[in-house]
């Protein structure tokens, strides 16, 4: 197994490098049998990564602790689960995760339908040498199936916090959208080596980067959830380097699918496609180094070694080679480049999107890298904590969800100003009486209710938009209202998946303001029988007790709980002993309805009679999680489509 593992491993660098070098020959001589030859090395990449995969998917399901990477994230008492999702809980696992994952994707690249498009042997190239550079470092420094000197009676066991199924989604969806961004990036650098300054690269990419920002949605949301279950802390973004490394590319991508649609539509925005794709891809590399270098504090974090430094170099290479290609072949693209109409139009508005989600991106990467930049310059590191980033934060997404709610209202070339403003009033108004309704019924403050009222506002708009779709349908075809509003939808995927992605941003949106701006919290050390009131709960500490599972020491609180004067039974909240950890876990107690969750931790406790307890009341963050399906579910309906529909109707 071992000389297997390693035969593969280089195996795969050998015929990367094979692969890189005959597609250059096949480019040069224009050679068919050579170009065959590299496609052929391709496939056999993947063919020699699935048997990496499998390889070290076995070592961990049978526990071969003859293995160091085996001994070092599991134990026989691990659930098979566990043991296998432990994959990717090191350094070596998930580099070669994501070798994996970019060799299906080169694979699907060569073996599509428009595999003799001019631009696959370039775009095969550019991901071939991230393969190659992924081998190499696993031969160097990060190799999966390295032997221990003495083979241990079991293995560490795999950190606590891994055991949760959060462990078994979130990597993944984050590699499946960081790897793909690796694809469209290909194509942008083989669309400027060939000089084709059209939209063909674009038009060959849009479903790859629907794909990318699918899977870093999902990543970003199931992060969050899984954070909020396990971490005890209470929140669910705590603006952790290692979140904003992948919150970064998720906010460059959303400004790249913004401004593609009015390069594939109106030839206009090249210069920025190719800026933001090139700086999406460079943020998932970026995003790696700062998981593996160690430079900066991060509960998410596995430095190790010198890994950092390879990607480091990588990256460098990476951005350098992008900006000669784009510096190389900058007065194409000018010349190509089709100026904006009119600064009140679609156009303006999207690129207005882009300079807020760039500004965003730039605020969030300042705050993260600011600690390691002031220790550089002054020898003295300041952390930038949750309220730096919640300050500079609130007012730019602010203004996105403002910008999402004019924006559609907005037509193409040159808008009218008394038509836009006609179709406007009613979902301001709208937005202008929610608002109102709030300060009646009690709510208090004004950045808070500003924000909600502004999302009510986006959403208004969205639901009218699709009303007045709906409603221009089924004049022209008879139809009823829930066939009118699938039909309209599946003939036009792609606005209103767009559509009903901003509603899950609207959605998403009302749970993180009110989250923020309304939660309780209350600490306190009670005896056995005494109550902790919050907000309209109350809670009753009836006993603590100790008991085992899966050869786990567990400590557990036994609370009654009353809402609004009525019992609504009893919750649990744990502490977990692991033979193989020596912190213990904390297990939360949550219950939820749909307007808020009873949030419950067991701090410490003195004695079995007297307990202290950490109670939260987070309002709405169960839209947060609804917001994300729902968001999800947009992404899905826009990738099916690319149809227009032919039904118009006047605003």
């Known amino acids: 197994m071992y000389l297997i593992g390693n035969i593969a491993l280089i195996l795969g660098l050998i015929i990367s490098l094979y692969s890189i070098v005959a597609y250059m020959i096949g480019i040069k001589s224009k050679s068919n049998k050579w170009l065959e030859s590299a496609r052929g090395g391709v496939l056999s990449i993947t063919f020699v990564t699935g048997i990496c995969t499998f390889l070290l998917l076995y070592i961990l399901g049978t526990s071969q602790f003859q293995y160091k990477y085996v001994a070092s994230y599991t134990n026989l008492d691990l659930p098979i689960v566990y043991k296998l999702t432990a994959f990717w809980a090191g350094n070596a696992g998930s580099l070669l995760l994501w070798t994996f994952l970019l060799s299906v994707y080169i694979?699907?690249?060569?073996?599509?339908?428009?595999?003799?498009?001019?631009?696959?042997?370039?775009?095969?190239?550019?991901?071939?040498?991230?393969?190659?550079?992924?081998?190499?470092?696993?031969?160097?420094?990060?190799?999966?199936?390295?032997?221990?000197?003495?083979?241990?009676?079991?293995?560490?066991?795999?950190?606590?916090?891994?055991?949760?199924?959060?462990?078994?989604?979130?990597?993944?969806?984050?590699?499946?959208?960081?790897?793909?961004?690796?694809?469209?990036?290909?194509?942008?650098?083989?669309?400027?080596?060939?000089?084709?300054?059209?939209?063909?690269?674009?038009?060959?990419?849009?479903?790859?980067?629907?794909?990318?920002?699918?899977?870093?949605?999902?990543?970003?949301?199931?992060?969050?959830?899984?954070?909020?279950?396990?971490?005890?802390?209470?929140?669910?973004w705590a603006w952790d380097p290692v979140e904003n490394a992948s919150f970064m590319p998720w906010l460059t991508v959303s400004a790249f699918l913004?401004?593609?649609?009015?390069?594939?539509?109106?030839?206009?925005?090249?210069?920025?496609?190719?800026?933001?794709?090139?700086?999406?891809?460079?943020?998932?590399?970026?995003?790696?180094?700062?998981?593996?270098?160690?430079?900066?504090?991060?509960?998410?974090?596995?430095?190790?070694?010198?890994?950092?430094?390879?990607?480091?170099?990588?990256?460098?290479?990476?951005?350098?080679?992008?900006?000669?290609?784009?510096?190389?072949?900058?007065?194409?693209?000018?010349?190509?480049?089709?100026?904006?109409?009119?600064?009140?139009?679609?156009?303006?508005?999207?690129?207005?999107?882009?300079?807020?989600?760039?500004?965003?991106?730039?605020?969030?990467?300042?705050?993260?890298?600011?600690?390691?930049?002031?220790?550089?310059?002054?020898?003295?590191?300041?952390?930038?904590?949750?309220?730096?980033?919640?300050?500079?934060?609130?007012?730019?997404?602010?203004?996105?969800?403002?910008?999402?709610?004019?924006?559609?209202l907005i037509t193409w070339q040159k808008a009218a100003l008394d038509r836009f403003i006609k179709n406007t009033l009613p979902p301001l108004v709208a937005g202008t009486v929610f608002g109102v309704i709030l300060l009646i019924i009690g709510v208090r403050g004004t950045f808070a209710i500003i924000g909600l009222s502004t999302t009510f506002f986006m959403f208004a708009v969205h639901l009218l938009e699709f009303w007045r779709g709906m409603m221009a349908r089924r004049k022209a075809t008879k139809e009823g209202f829930l066939q009118a509003a699938v039909r309209l939808t599946m003939k036009n995927q792609r606005r209103y998946g767009g559509y009903i992605v901003h509603i899950g941003i609207a959605v998403l949106a009302v749970g993180v303001i009110s989250s923020h701006a309304y939660s309780q919290e209350v600490m306190k050390t009670v005896n056995t029988g005494e109550t902790i009131t919050i907000g309209d709960y109350e809670l009753t500490f009836n006993e603590l007790t100790e008991t085992t599972r899966n050869n786990n020491g567990i400590v557990y609180a036994d609370i009654s709980v009353v809402y609004k004067g009525e019992d609504i039974g009893k919750i649990k909240p744990e502490k977990i002993f692991y033979e193989t950890w020596p912190e213990p876990s904390t297990e939360v107690a949550i219950k939820t309805n749909w307007s808020q969750d009873l949030y419950l931790v067991l701090s410490s406790w003195e004695n079995k009679d007297k307990v202290t307890f950490v109670v939260k009341v987070n309002p709405f963050v169960s839209w947060i999680w609804l917001g994300g399906i729902i968001m999800v579910v947009g992404t899905a309906v826009a990738l099916i489509g690319g149809k227009t529909s032919t039904i118009r109707y006047r605003r």
């Open 107 to 236: 694979g699907m690249v060569v073996l599509s339908k428009k595999k003799q498009n001019i631009m696959v042997p370039y775009v095969a190239i550019i991901l071939l040498l991230n393969i190659a550079f992924f081998y190499l470092v696993m031969l160097l420094s990060g190799n999966p199936f390295e032997m221990t000197d003495k083979i241990p009676a079991d293995g560490k066991g795999l950190n606590p916090m891994l055991q949760h199924p959060g462990m078994i989604l979130h990597p993944v969806t984050l590699y499946l959208g960081y790897v793909g961004l690796a694809v469209p990036f290909a194509y942008a650098i083989a669309a400027l080596l060939l000089k084709k300054m059209d939209a063909e690269w674009i038009k060959l990419t849009r479903r790859w980067t629907l794909v990318a920002w699918l899977f870093l949605t999902l990543g970003n949301i199931i992060g969050g959830w899984w954070a909020y279950l396990e971490l005890g802390w209470g929140g669910y």
């Open 258 to 408: 913004h401004s593609m649609m009015i390069q594939e539509r109106k030839g206009m925005l090249r210069t920025w496609n190719l800026v933001l794709i090139i700086l999406s891809y460079v943020l998932t590399l970026f995003g790696t180094f700062l998981v593996r270098s160690g430079i900066l504090t991060s509960v998410h974090a596995f430095g190790d070694g010198n890994l950092g430094t390879y990607f480091l170099i990588f990256m460098s290479f990476m951005i350098l080679l992008s900006i000669y290609v784009v510096a190389s072949r900058y007065q194409l693209i000018k010349k190509e480049s089709v100026p904006i109409d009119s600064y009140f139009s679609k156009e303006s508005s999207f690129l207005l999107n882009n300079f807020i989600l760039i500004a965003a991106t730039f605020a969030v990467f300042w705050g993260t890298m600011y600690p390691l930049i002031s220790e550089t310059f002054t020898g003295t590191k300041i952390n930038v904590g949750p309220p730096y980033f919640n300050k500079v934060m609130a007012p730019i997404f602010l203004s996105l969800i403002l910008l999402m709610a004019i924006c559609p």
